[in-house]
């Protein structure tokens, strides 16, 4: 009898100890840093996955890492500090790293930031957020590359060899901060005419490329809903490009909203109360098109 107890201790103990294990690992970590989405020429393609301390509302925002189309590091723990307003809210934000220039062209960055969509699709179980409510946000070249992404969106390719191919990259809503829409002005402008932004090599492109990654010539009734947010004197890229947009928008009955903040320059940065206004404008797009239209 002694024995047959110290079996069923041993025995209650060990499914105690498994129910434990079972619960640790449903935790998500908070921080969930360099998650690898792809691989290209030996390189891993990574993305930090930043959990809200409190509840998660479900939803995710991939926050495109990208400046001038280059993709820098940064500590997650500081990045997240940059995102706390959207935590707050409940929101998982993703940033999403790229191929950066002048290695790597914008052909290639958009190939990159679809591949993330589609991993965070397939993976949605396991990052604990909800495949149908995926957001894309940027500023500037992140800005130009979440529209790519709110504009180009596919089902997946069917009986392409690798899997993430055959995945949807399409998005549910996409805040873009002073995004350039055309990249063909970068290309036929005269050269004594020629703004700041054409200084940067991933600009480089052949005129058929260059038609081929503007958001604005793909914009299509099945278009995200999008948020374009410019500054009235940015001299890099100008508001005329969200206004061109915004034309393409109303005339495909795409869901839009353009704000011009004449006060403020390319980083949006003038005042406090404009950097409020932009996160507020920010949570308002994404609260009402990735939470009440997500339900």
Partial sequence: MKSLRSVLIVVLVGVVFLAACV???KELPKVEPDVVYGHKDGLAMTMDVLRPDGEANGAA???MVSGGWFSRWAPP???KALFRPYLEK???VIAVRHGSSPRYTIPEA???VRRAVRFVRKNSDRLGVDANRLGAMGMSAGGHLALMLGTTGDDGRR??????SRTSSRVAAVVALVPPTDLRVAVWEAPESLPAYRRFPALELAMDKAKEYSPVIHVTPDDAPSLVLAGGKDDLVPPKHGRWIEEAFKREGVAHKLVVYPEANHNLGGNRATQTEVVRETLDWFDRYLLEKGK
Avoid: C, H, R, W
Avoid at 159 to 164: I, Q, R
């Fill in 23 to 25: 619960g640790e690992a």
């Fill in 110 to 112: 958009v190939a990159d």
């Fill in 159 to 164: 009986g392409a060899a690798d899997e993430l």
């Fill in 61 to 63: 925002i991939l926050f």
């Fill in 90 to 92: 409940g929101y998982t």
């Fill in 77 to 79: 723990e500081q990045t």
